[in-house]
């Protein structure tokens, strides 16, 4: 594929996502103040922010309320609170996993919902109920995108399947997603040209959620948008699970559109990224997570150990190793 | 120019260099222990390492030797008390900036030293002096390689003729030097193909030498290697000016060819590289960084800030687009 677009102009199909609630939240038990959500709906909006993910629609009868933040549910009244009727321009989205959300349920109709987009994430082996949450929530007149988690395990003929599924549904988008932290920009190339040849035969757009084990999340994520992809994942000073996201800070200073403005995403850094980390909260790159990543492992093995404070590495790559 | 080798195989002509006490050295004004540099020493001879730099030849005429630690001069007895005669199959490097070494009288003949190679680090300014460089330490028998830096801010033109410079003097290689960690991988690949293309057609080869200020450093290191790049600079946990470098341990864990092993680097950061951090020394991406960065600037602004410990962002910003 030729490239798209380059470094002197903007391309009008790019949308930034910030998933800092839910990515993030993966780090907290999204147990966010509300004055934390408020202030990064008002920076998102002011940066030119596309989209902004609350969290999860997680089922309440698999997980306790008790013991996870309200983002992990993402009740209407909840995101209402924060957005109220969202007279913005900027887009909500939630995420919904399959085998973790009771869709038919607790998604309602687009018109009873301040929610613009679902995200259905699913694994490889899970696309029939992917397609069945997908059809649901596009029924009920949400944009909806999938998200094929995981790409760097699973098989490359089982992905075109997948692909084939996703292209021949209603969703409206399909992402990229490097979970574990483990691709470089040879291969994000390679797959941006599959995801995008498909998904441009089927009139649909194709995102990047990116995981910076290898301090390639940005890297990644803008050489995907040199290859077609438009819809960009970012989270605040990169907070997600283990080594985090691709950083909105990084993308924003990027992007070229005179939209995007680096200048609220800064103020909102310093004055509640900055005092979250020194709370003690622990994401972003170490080389536990570089360990993971590059032996292309979940990172929960990572997140255990960078938990307990330890730094014996060779201890930790040996036992890696023996998994 | 096409892309050289793949992900499955190793490069024969791949060399990597450690720039830890000399780019490093600027973070902590070449304050290492001994035994830190013995230890350095030898992990990088055991984890594969081709070529470490030890530090500068800057000349004592100019700067005061009780104001830096001995590596910003690299005295040939201070080099020998680690390595003795170097019976190892690592090569040992050091820089020479043009206009600060006093290279007449304190770079000794190749039979007099156990130096192999000379840094020569330039600004396209000062290409005639770094010219004679050159030629006296080739004469003198060392390998020498040419480091070009602040390309980003140098016009095209006096690059071009910089390199056909370059390329007609006596020295081995070529390196492309991202001083301000400002160039994104797309900018570096065209970067690369000038370099190796005039390189190739003068029998020498191309290096890089990146800066982290944006989460790039790693990636393109690998992106200019993909173009024909053979010599890779990186430091151990990024130490370097700023933002730092390309990361050894991401680079070491990348390289295929099996005369590498991540298992010392490992071992030397926990061992050494946790200590020092935790001592106080700063270094490593972070938000200043980035914006001098992005606004290619020279990073001293933001190394000055950041001492300061001051996290206003958004002040620090507003003054850097003042400048």
Same mark, same amino acid.
């Given at each position: 594929?030729?490239?798209?677009?380059?470094?002197m102009?903007?391309?009008?199909?790019?949308?930034?996502?910030?998933?800092t609630?839910?990515?993030?939240?993966?780090v907290?038990n999204?147990?966010f103040?509300?004055?934390f959500?408020?202030?990064?709906?008002?920076?998102?909006?002011?940066?030119?922010?596309?989209?902004?993910?609350?969290?999860?629609?997680?089922?309440k009868?698999?997980?306790?309320?008790?013991?996870?933040?309200?983002?992990?549910?993402?009740?209407e009244?909840?995101?209402?609170?924060?957005?109220?009727?969202?007279?913005?321009?900027?887009?909500?989205?939630?995420?919904?996993?399959?085998?973790?959300?009771?869709?038919?349920?607790?998604?309602?109709p687009k018109?009873?919902?301040?929610?613009?987009?679902?995200r259905?994430?699913?694994?490889?082996?899970?696309?029939?109920?992917?397609?069945?949450?997908?059809e649901?929530?596009?029924a009920?007149?949400?944009?909806?995108?999938?998200?094929i988690?995981a790409?760097?395990?699973?098989?490359?003929?089982?992905?075109?399947?997948?692909?084939?599924?996703?292209?021949?549904?209603?969703?409206?988008? *399909?992402?990229?997603?490097?979970?574990?932290?483990?691709? #470089?920009?040879?291969q994000?190339? /390679?797959?941006a +040209? @599959?995801y995008?040849?498909?998904?441009?035969?089927?009139?649909?757009?194709?995102?990047?959620?990116?995981?910076?084990?290898q301090?390639?999340?940005?890297?990644?994520?803008?050489?995907?948008t040199?290859?077609?992809?438009?819809?960009?994942d970012?989270?605040?000073?990169?907070?997600?699970?283990g080594?985090?996201?691709?950083?909105?800070?990084?993308?924003?200073?990027?992007l070229?559109?005179?939209?995007?403005?680096?200048?609220?995403?800064m103020?909102?850094?310093?004055?509640?990224?900055?005092?979250?980390?020194?709370?003690?909260l622990?994401?972003?790159?170490?080389?536990?997570?570089?360990?993971?990543?590059?032996?292309?492992?979940?990172?929960?093995?990572? *997140?255990?150990?960078m938990?307990?404070?330890?730094?014996? #590495?060779?201890?930790?790559?040996? /036992?890696?190793l +023996? @998994?």
């Amino acid at each position: 594929m030729a490239q798209k677009g380059n470094l002197m102009t903007a391309r009008p199909d790019i949308r930034v996502l910030d998933a800092t609630l839910r990515d993030g939240g993966l780090v907290n038990n999204f147990n966010f103040s509300d004055e934390f959500v408020s202030a990064l709906y008002r920076a998102n909006v002011k940066a030119g922010v596309d989209y902004m993910e609350f969290g999860y629609k997680a089922s309440k009868e698999l997980f306790d309320v008790n013991k996870f933040g309200k983002w992990k549910f993402c009740d209407e009244a909840d995101i209402r609170a924060i957005v109220g009727d969202n007279k913005s321009d900027m887009k909500i989205a939630v995420m919904t996993d399959v085998g973790r959300c009771d869709y038919k349920n607790d998604i309602l109709p687009k018109s009873e919902s301040v929610i613009d987009m679902i995200r259905v994430a699913t694994y490889v082996h899970q696309m029939p109920a992917a397609i069945d949450m997908i059809e649901d929530c596009k029924a009920k007149g949400y944009e909806v995108v999938c998200n094929i988690m995981a790409i760097s395990n699973a098989k490359e003929a089982d992905l075109e399947q997948a692909l084939e599924m996703v292209a021949n549904s209603s969703a409206d988008g *399909i992402y990229i997603v490097d979970s574990y932290g483990s691709l #470089y920009p040879e291969q994000i190339r /390679d797959i941006a +040209d @599959k995801y995008t040849e498909i998904a441009e035969k089927y009139g649909k757009y194709v995102g990047m959620h990116a995981h910076n084990n290898q301090q390639l999340a940005f890297a990644n994520t803008i050489e995907a948008t040199a290859r077609g992809v438009s819809y960009l994942d970012a989270t605040m000073m990169s907070m997600g699970r283990g080594a985090g996201n691709c950083a909105m800070e990084l993308l924003i200073s990027f992007l070229k559109n005179p939209k995007y403005n680096i200048f609220p995403v800064m103020k909102f850094i310093e004055e509640h990224m900055i005092p979250l980390k020194e709370s003690g909260l622990v994401w972003g790159y170490d080389i536990p997570y570089l360990l993971t990543g590059r032996l292309n492992q979940h990172p929960s093995s990572a *997140i255990d150990y960078m938990k307990e404070e330890r730094t014996d #590495y060779t201890n930790f790559y040996t /036992d890696l190793l +023996d @998994k």
